[in-house]
């Protein structure tokens, strides 16, 4: 099993418990998705970075639930993603349903004592040598992306 995590990640101006609720519930993401779908801002920076901004369109397919999220993934078709583990204000653990992938995937948040929490992602995966020399240091780039996204996200007052 190949692991990546993320920096640890803080989030000054919120409880665990407000990150904890919105984080697993997947269906509170839909308005973030929504709003990057159809922002030019998002697409003008997609351009500067030298990726093609037509990929937001992809955004529209991404199916969200309480428990799972559906999206589209290159050579793969879709995949869900599910919450299969909570522990209240501590982590949230999620699993591939319905595609050939061993992994897990931990998003664990704890209080700082000066006020507000912190966070860190988790991914193991089952892959074989080559995957894992193709796809490692982006894995390992692409989970302290979405932990800083994560990061940066409103937890106050849901």
């Not at 000054?12 to 697993?24: D, F, I, W």
């Not at 037509?54 to 969200?64: D, H, I, P, T």
């Not at 193991?124 to 020399?133: D, G, V, W």
């Amino acid at each position: 099993m190949a692991k990546y995590e993320s920096e640890v990640k803080m989030i000054p101006q919120a409880t665990c418990e407000h990150v904890y609720q919105k984080l697993s519930n997947l269906e509170t993401f839909r308005p973030i998705i929504e709003n990057a779908a159809n922002n030019p801002m998002i697409a003008e920076k997609l351009k500067e970075a030298g990726q093609d901004p037509a990929q937001l369109e992809k955004l529209k397919e991404v199916e969200l639930d309480n428990d799972s999220v559906i999206f589209p993934v290159p050579m793969i078709g879709n995949m869900k993603l599910e919450i299969v583990e909570r522990q209240e204000n501590r982590c949230i653990k999620m699993q591939p349903a319905g595609v050939p992938i061993d992994a897990t995937l931990w998003i664990q948040v704890l209080p700082v004592s000066a006020g507000g929490s912190k966070m860190r992602l988790t991914l193991k995966a089952e892959l074989n040598m080559m995957l894992k020399m193709m796809i490692g240091s982006k894995l390992e780039k692409g989970i302290n992306n979405v932990a800083d996204m994560l990061a940066q996200l409103p937890y106050q007052m849901m």
